[in-house]
């Protein structure tokens, strides 16, 4: 199985970790063009000696706690409509692309740019604890979240809230791997979760 996680931010650092300890025979593409940094510390997948680096490499680190082999490809490279890796993700042969952006823009990206075969799980947070785990199939793009709202990573109980949002998304996509239905549910407050 070949997983490209688009976005190495709450989401999609913590999902390649848990990933990685279930399925250390798998092979990642971590896909990310942003540096870690002190703030992330707190709800992202990363530790002190990582704050500088980018947050693909400091992937590799990561993941090498965890399994002594890690099969892990860095992608440093911003995804817009206009970058030569759009045109090399599309012909690139993976299984499944775990969309963890966190701008409408780069969501609509790889709406566009999916090859067939490929199965797109979108994973994302709202304000106010609202979180989608949602396949490409159903999906609509939202909006950008309103600066104004509160940013859900620098909430009090954020990382309670995220780790959960990741074990459910990780049971997802097992009940998937497992009995091939594709199943979607978003989080409407911290405690209720809707099926859809």
């Known amino acids: 199985m070949k997983v490209f996680i688009f976005g190495l931010g709450a989401i999609g650092s913590n999902i390649f970790v848990q990933l990685v300890k279930q399925y250390p025979e798998w092979s990642f593409v971590g ?12 709800t992202q997948a990363y530790f002190r000696e990582h704050v500088g680096l980018k947050k ?14 890690l099969r ?9 409509k206009n970058t030569k890796l759009v045109n090399a993700l599309k ?20 709406k566009e740019i999916v090859p067939k075969g490929v199965h797109l799980l979108h994973l994302g947070f709202r304000p106010l ?11 609509d793009v939202p909006g950008d979240v309103d600066t104004k709202q509160p940013d859900i990573c620098a909430m ?6 995220i780790q959960s949002f990741i074990g459910l998304s990780v ?13 979607n549910f978003i989080v409407v407050d911290k405690y209720k979760l809707n099926w859809l």
């Open 31 to 42: 896909v990310d063009f942003d540096k870690v940094e002190d703030r992330n510390l707190r």
């Open 56 to 69: 693909t490499m400091a992937l590799t680190s990561v993941g090498l706690r965890y399994v002594q082999k």
């Open 72 to 80: 892990y490809v860095q992608c440093s490279e911003k995804i817009t």
């Open 91 to 110: 012909s690139e042969v993976s299984d499944v692309w775990l969309d963890c952006f966190d701008t409408s823009e780069s969501r609509k990206v790889l």
């Open 129 to 139: 604890y609202l979180a989608e785990c949602i396949w490409d199939e159903v999906y």
């Open 156 to 161: 009090l109980d954020a990382c309670g809230f």
């Open 171 to 183: 049971m997802n996509i097992n009940d998937w791997l497992q009995s091939g239905v594709k199943r």
